[in-house]
């Protein structure tokens, strides 16, 4: 089973920024789509940002202009650039892979999942 992997997370302060990776993996279908989900303690798993295949991107209103989304779909790699991190930005950031046509902004939308990637913004 194809199993994405994390890197990068850590602590930071408010205004800080890190920088997610999520390793190459070797797909058994055509990936369509890599996102960025997040999930703060109590609360549902949110789609951050995603990636096409075909270069379009998404991004989540709460971090738009701040977050930046890059990869090679191809290759199965997935960036993340975070700046100007807020304290509610904290939560467990996870990779994900959707190998059916387009992109989806839910988690339901994905067949391949990283372990996840602790990022915490102390203000």
């Known amino acids: 089973q194809v199993q994405l992997l994390e890197s990068g997370g850590g602590s930071v302060q408010a205004g800080g920024s890190l920088s997610l990776s999520c390793s190459p993996a070797?797909?058994?279908?055509?990936?369509?789509?890599m996102g960025w989900f997040r999930q703060a303690p109590a609360k549902e798993r949110e789609a951050v940002a995603n990636l096409h295949r075909f270069g379009d991107t998404w991004y989540a209103a709460s971090v738009q202009v701040r977050f930046a989304i890059s990869g090679d779909i191809d290759e199965g790699t997935l960036f993340l650039q975070m700046n100007s991190l807020k304290p509610e930005d904290t939560a467990m950031y996870y990779c994900?892979?959707?190998?059916?046509?387009?992109?989806?902004?839910?988690?339901?939308?994905?067949?391949?999942w990283g372990q996840g990637t602790q990022v915490t913004v102390s203000s």
């Open positions: 070797e797909f058994s279908s055509t990936i369509y789509c």
């Open positions: 994900a892979a959707r190998s059916t046509y387009g992109c989806a902004i839910y988690d339901y939308g994905y067949h391949y």
